[in-house]
């Protein structure tokens, strides 16, 4: 090949791969993303998980999966285990075992900071003065029963969701743990 076809060639290499998807994180669908989302027991028991799936339609989220369970001790720790050294832990799983959850698979582009953005700060009394439109300002109360949960990176979405749904990576949205 002449040194002018090679050149052609790599160029049009490199225009088909700076054409193609960037972000292909969850499901493989182009730019879709998916990350684990869930109403805490205060925000269940209080009555604001239809607002908040409201909330979530109207931010341009689709609802791949969904289910209410009750976290045991074993499974809220075993969530929550990057905190088991924390001094908060005992007490975050007693909260998080003091009834259902709501746990959420959700899917759009940049889905995993696009829902963090939504929930707002971890500490919801915070978050009422700085993000007064969050979800943790709507039905949070303090740096603890903040309401709402999301997966804080890609690699956490990854982890989370296999956690709570298995198989979703193949299409197949069954749930792992029993719903209620
Ligand atoms: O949930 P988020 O990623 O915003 O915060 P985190 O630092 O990963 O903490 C996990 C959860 O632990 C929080 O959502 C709170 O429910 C709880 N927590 C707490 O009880 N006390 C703290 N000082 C910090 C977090
Ligand atoms: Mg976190």
């Known amino acids: 090949m002449s ?16 054409l193609s998807p960037v972000r292909c994180l ?3 669908a182009s730019g879709e993303e998916r990350t684990l989302a869930m ?5 269940v028991s209080g009555n604001y ?25 074993e499974t809220a720790s075993a969530f929550y285990e990057e905190h088991s050294s924390r001094s908060f832990f005992p007490h975050l799983v ?24 939504l929930i707002g700060p971890t500490d919801a009394g915070k978050a ?7 979800i943790r300002a709507l ?19 990854e982890r989370e969701i296999k ?5 979703v990576v193949s299409g197949d949205t069954a749930s792992q743990h029993d719903e209620l």
């Open 139 to 157: 039905c949070g109360k303090d740096s603890e029963r903040n309401c709402v949960h999301g997966s804080d990176s890609t690699s956490s979405a």
């Open 94 to 117: 007693t909260y998080m075992t003091s009834g259902p959850v709501l746990v959420m698979l959700l899917e759009k582009r940049n889905a995993v900071s696009d829902w963090r953005r």
């Open 26 to 28: 969850g499901n493989g």
């Open 49 to 73: 998980t239809d607002e908040i799936k409201r909330i979530i339609v109207e931010a341009s989220f689709s609802i791949v999966n969904e289910m209410f369970t009750q976290l045991d001790k």
């Open 39 to 43: 109403v805490k027991p205060d925000g």
């Open 163 to 167: 956690f709570f749904f298995k198989n």
């Open 128 to 134: 009422k003065i700085s993000h007064p439109h969050s």
């Open 3 to 18: 040194g002018l076809a090679d050149q052609i060639v790599l160029l049009l290499l490199l225009v088909s791969v700076s």
